[in-house]
Nanobody
Framework: VQLVESGGGSVQAGGSLTLSCAAS????????MAWYRQAPGNGRELVAS???????KYSDSVKGRFTISQNNAKNTLFLQMNSLKPEDTAMYYC?????????WGQGTQVTVS
């Protein structure tokens, strides 16, 4: 499984960004998917998840502002981020859990000022 994130950047508070995670080499419906983020000095935090039964969950800090989704071809995972806040500044990673293995992308930086 290969995961490649894109879409990060710098944005002013209140703005929006959409992150993409291009996925290859996995079997649809056999992997749970998620977005994590890590700010400097902090641990990696789960932001949003999409389970194999299509259940979606969000952390309380992003609920109502972020949306996780996939394209129809199931080869790209998205994270739509609205009403961004400075505290959303972090490196964002997509993660696939295809039991028993876990795969990570290289990350994309989001900076909100």
């Amino acid at each position: 499984v290969q995961l490649v994130e894109s879409g990060g950047g710098s944005v002013q508070a209140g703005g929006s960004l959409t992150l993409s995670c291009a996925a290859s080499g996995y079997t649809y419906n056999r992997c749970a998917m998620a977005w994590y983020r890590q700010a400097p000095g902090n641990g990696r935090e789960l932001v949003a998840s999409l389970s194999t039964d299509r259940t979606i969950k969000y952390s309380d800090s992003v609920k109502g502002r972020f949306t996780i989704s996939q394209n129809n071809a199931k080869n790209t995972l998205f994270l739509q981020m609205n009403s961004l806040k400075p505290e959303d500044t972090a490196m964002y990673y997509c993660q696939f859990t295809c039991n028993p293995r876990v795969y990570w992308g290289q990350g994309t930086q989001v900076t909100v000022s």
